[in-house]
Nanobody, 121 residues
């Protein structure tokens, strides 16, 4: 079994920063892309950022220049550094990862339970 656990959410004032972490554990042979999504109250879940196994990154337009995604392959962990936070960044943030549990296994995507980020104005 594979688990993704997010941490680092909380309450912050507009203009502040937070760093989210997503740690993968369990039966892991390799991790392909790792990403972050968010869901604001009353809205659908939306893409935030993704990092490939080769460290290529892509961001939603709404967070470009403010958020940075990174990963530590030795720790099976991804990070989302969020700077210049705005009230509209308020959401539950979910991490996602494409993981192979064995050399012969299929690539499957996993989700964390989410961590809440609240940005006050």
């Amino acid at each position: 079994q594979v688990q993704l656990v997010e941490s680092g959410g909380g309450l912050v004032q507009a203009g502040g920063s937070l760093r989210l972490s997503c740690a993968a554990s369990g039966s892991i042979f390799s991790i392909n892309a790792m990403g972050w999504y968010r869901q604001a109250p009353g809205k659908q879940r939306e893409f935030v950022a993704v990092i490939s196994s080769g460290d290529s990154t892509n961001y939603a337009d709404s967070v470009k220049g403010r958020f940075t995604i990174s990963r530590d392959n030795a720790k099976n962990t991804s990070y989302l550094q969020m700077n210049s936070l705005k009230p509209e960044d308020t959401a539950v943030y979910y991490c996602n990862a494409f993981i192979r549990s064995s050399w012969y296994g299929v690539l499957r995507d996993y989700w964390g339970q989410g961590t809440r980020v609240t940005v006050s104005s």
